[in-house]
């Protein structure tokens, strides 16, 4: 992950405060001498030739160590990045650029920085490409650096992904609400059924029917009937 004595096939922009004629992009071919690393924190130990695999929707950092061994005074101030198409070199996306520092450095100094990169790009194979925004003297030069091969995929879903877990516990709300309604409108009266009677109900029911068959079968007063009558009833 080093570059010594990067050889620069640089695009120059010239600063801001020259003329617009001066302000279109250069060709400069020279060498800077500059002794850079970068890792991500996610994967410290990574090759250049290996192919990490990156999630979609997460961030990512990349940590980077520069020491000037030029003879120039040369000042950090920012850093890009683009997503190359690894077969055909060619940019399919243009990460935004974050401004550091800026860290001056004269020859034998060095300086660590940080940059985030939040991928939310379509998943592919990818060629990452990080990008140093450089003042050398007075002009404004971007530096590629080596590119690091990855593959960008969705990140599969899991029962106790939190957003998920959010979902399952509001779904199961709504659920047991429905459940109490229904059962409170239908399911208690469906299940309460035909009353069940109790011995003591019988008992009790028992005793009333008794008595009234009693009071149905009381004795009238014969006083009235004729006597031929009254000689059967007592024969029968």
Partial sequence: MKFTSVLASLLAVACAAQPEAENAPQDVGETIDLDISYSIAAYPTAQPQELLTVYNGDDH???????????????????????????????????????????????????TFTQHIPFNVLTDNYALTPQLFLVVGDEIKMLPLRPQLITVVDEPISLFNPKLLFLEFVLGLTLAGVGYVIWDLWGRAYFRGTPTVTKKQARSAAKQGAAAHTTGAQKYDESWLPDSYKKKSKKA
């Avoid at 990045?81 to 800026?102: F, H, I, Q």
């Fill in 61 to 111: 950092y990349l940590t980077y160590k520069v020491v000037n061994e030029d003879d120039r005074d040369i000042t950090i101030i920012g850093v890009g990045g683009v997503l190359l198409d690894p077969m055909t070199g060619k940019a399919k996306v243009n990460l935004t650029s974050g401004e550091v520092g800026p860290h001056a450095l004269s020859r034998g100094d060095n300086v």
